[in-house]
């Protein structure tokens, strides 16, 4: 399977625990996101990076979020002492920016619920 | 604030019955309107890009349309498969940087 990979698919946490999600993007794109969706909203943005270079992380929603892509290849999305506020699903997706068009494509995401 | 809102917030249609979905969007500097189908659970499946006034692409009994206020999805002859949530983003920012979505709209076809 060559689209975009998100783990885990599920994740239930007690409040105040530390998260981590991983996200594997199509192998060629140099543009990865990371958005959150609720239930009956669309994707909110969050941040996104150009190979390594996270290029803009002031929508993450607060400093208990912070995001990772080391060598420009897979990346992480922590939450650290999480709220039962931040039960939502987390989606990445990834682009190949050639200076014209940006589609970009989605994984799976990773459902979180915060007990 | 870019801000993107879609209409109905939900449609329930009979196998067969075409009718379309409503974008309109408030973004400066435009950079790309983006239509994607989720399917519940899932994330959201690539369709259209739409990037000038007066362009239309189609993929089977779809087909998205936009000016420079609005775009629309028109779906022909829906068959129930075609229920999903149909979500449309602007694209903005220095190169593409950021979509903002609007909450999308639940499509149902009966058969």
């Known amino acids: 399977d060559t689209g975009v990979s998100q783990n885990p698919r599920h994740k239930i946490t007690k409040r105040g625990q530390n998260v981590t999600f991983r996200c594997d993007p199509i192998s060629e794109h140099n543009r990865l996101y990371w958005y959150r969706q609720t239930l009956g909203q669309g994707p909110e943005f969050l941040t996104y990076?150009?190979?390594?270079?996270?290029?803009?992380k002031s929508r993450l929603l607060s400093d208990r979020f912070s995001a990772e892509r080391p060598k420009g290849s897979f990346s992480t999305l922590e939450i650290q002492r999480t709220e039962q506020g931040d039960s939502a699903m987390y989606l990445c997706?990834?682009?190949?920016?050639?200076?014209?068009?940006?589609?970009?494509?989605f994984g799976p995401g990773t459902r979180l619920t915060v007990l | 604030e870019d801000q993107v809102t879609q209409s109905p917030e939900a449609l329930r249609l009979q196998e067969g019955e075409s009718s379309s979905l409503n974008c309109s969007y408030t973004v400066s500097g435009l950079r790309g309107l983006f239509w994607y189908r989720q399917d519940p659970g899932k994330g959201p499946e690539f369709l259209f890009t739409l990037y000038s006034a007066g362009e239309e692409k189609e993929k089977e009994r779809l087909k998205a349309t936009l000016t420079k206020k609005e775009s629309f999805l028109h779906i022909t002859a829906p068959k129930p498969e075609d229920s999903a949530t149909y979500l449309c983003?602007?694209?903005?920012?220095?190169?593409?940087?950021?979509?903002?979505f609007g909450k999308g709209t639940l499509l149902t076809v009966n058969p």
């Open positions: 990076f150009q190979n390594e270079a996270q290029l803009e």
């Open positions: 997706a990834s682009s190949l920016w050639t200076g014209n068009s940006n589609e970009q494509f």
């Open positions: 983003a602007a694209g903005s920012g220095g190169s593409n940087y950021k979509l903002t």
